[in-house]
């Protein structure tokens, strides 16, 4: 890629960030039964949770994932200094969105790590909503005993989690497969990957907004 030459890195990637909030409330979900029938599932209410802060690379499948109690800065600081190592001496451009705890002022970024901020209220623009998407109903109609129990499960499903299926899952549909795969394809300098992102989340936002507002209208 032209960009690592330019900037003398050994390795450039594109990871896509986000955090989800997991909890012991039963999620429930749509089933085919014979007609006439009401499926019955039972369901739990407690409020007890935990937060899953975590970074997908559309391009190789790979994903990595902390688990915290709270979405603050301090705990995103912490999150970026494990992926700061996890990375070593590659760097990353990683895209996520601006949630208060990703622009808070006392947070210290690695060199290694490049933040770009997609628009506001547009999960659709990244990759790893779909992987949450996932990994969510796998569970759904199922109740847990602990927050423990649940943390289990997560952690189980990680494991099994294949990088075909992640890059499957990340590289559903568009605009996050274009923004990828145009990632890949190289850039001139550091600043024209900036610059490249800006002009499509501006040209994306503005459809969306009109779209908006043209049904409205009607």
């Given at each position: 890629?032209?960009?690592?030459a330019?900037?003398g890195?050994?390795?450039l990637?594109?990871?896509?960030?986000?955090?989800?909030?997991?909890?012991r409330?039963t999620?429930?979900?749509?089933?085919?039964?014979?007609?006439?029938?009401?499926?019955?599932?039972?369901?739990?209410?407690?409020?007890?949770?935990f937060?899953?802060?975590?970074?997908?690379?559309?391009?190789?499948?790979?994903q990595?994932?902390?688990?915290?109690?709270?979405?603050?800065?301090?705990?995103?600081?912490?999150?970026?200094?494990?992926l700061s190592?996890?990375?070593?001496?590659?760097?990353a451009?990683m895209?996520?969105?601006?949630?208060?705890?990703?622009?808070?002022?006392?947070?210290?970024?690695?060199?290694?790590?490049?933040?770009?901020?997609?628009?506001?209220?547009?999960?659709?623009?990244?990759?790893?909503e779909?992987?949450?998407?996932?990994l969510k109903?796998l569970?759904?109609?199922?109740t847990?005993?602990?927050?423990?129990?649940?943390r289990?499960?997560?952690?189980?499903?990680?494991?099994?989690?294949s990088?075909?299926?992640?890059?499957a899952?990340?590289l559903?549909s568009?605009?996050?497969?274009?923004?990828?795969?145009?990632?890949?394809?190289?850039?001139?300098?550091?600043?024209?990957?900036?610059?490249?992102?800006?002009r499509?989340?501006?040209?994306?936002?503005?459809?969306?907004s009109?779209?908006?507002?043209?049904?409205?209208?009607r």
């Amino acid at each position: 890629m032209e960009l690592q030459a330019v900037l003398g890195l050994k390795e450039l990637r594109y990871l896509a960030q986000d955090e989800s909030r997991v909890g012991r409330k039963t999620e429930t979900k749509r089933v085919i039964t014979a007609k006439g029938t009401k499926p019955k599932v039972k369901v739990a209410w407690p409020r007890e949770a935990f937060w899953l802060y975590g970074v997908d690379e559309p391009l190789t499948g790979w994903q990595w994932t902390q688990q915290y109690d709270k979405l603050d800065s301090e705990h995103f600081q912490q999150f970026l200094n494990a992926l700061s190592q996890q990375l070593g001496d590659t760097t990353a451009v990683m895209q996520m969105d601006q949630a208060s705890a990703h622009c808070a002022q006392d947070i210290v970024w690695p060199e290694n790590i490049i933040p770009i901020l997609q628009p506001a209220h547009c999960p659709e623009l990244n990759p790893i909503e779909r992987l949450w998407q996932h990994l969510k109903g796998l569970w759904k109609g199922e109740t847990f005993a602990s927050l423990d129990e649940l943390r289990q499960r997560v952690n189980q499903e990680f494991e099994s989690l294949s990088i075909v299926l992640c890059q499957a899952r990340s590289l559903g549909s568009l605009p996050s497969n274009w923004i990828a795969k145009r990632f890949s394809a190289g850039f001139q300098s550091r600043m024209g990957i900036v610059h490249f992102l800006d002009r499509f989340w501006i040209a994306r936002y503005t459809t969306l907004s009109a779209a908006s507002s043209l049904g409205k209208m009607r």
